[in-house]
């Protein structure tokens, strides 16, 4: 999934469900996620999810082959509410 092809509606509208399941306003969770920090999305996950968060940031073609699969695209569409 390229960046160039999602709406930037779409990508506030997926800010503000998961700030809103991490506890932390959008503004905040967009300028960390912008910034390389991921202090807050981190605390909000269990000692393991955190770690394989970490792993996910640390290895791009990973997240890579993990949004290209038909469950990512789908949960994406569902969160961003396109149709």
Request: charged share 30%; no cysteine; hydrophobic share 35%.
């Amino acid at each position: 999934m390229k960046r160039e092809n999602i709406d930037p509606k779409n990508i506030e509208g997926l800010l503000n469900v998961v700030s809103k399941k991490l506890g932390v306003p959008p503004e905040k969770l967009k300028n960390e996620l912008e910034s390389g920090k991921f202090d807050s999305a981190l605390s909000g996950m269990s000692r393991n999810d955190a770690a394989k968060f970490q792993q996910a940031v640390n290895n791009p073609k990973l997240v890579e082959k993990l949004m290209s699969t038909p469950q990512a695209q789908a949960l994406y569409k569902k969160l961003s509410g396109d149709k």
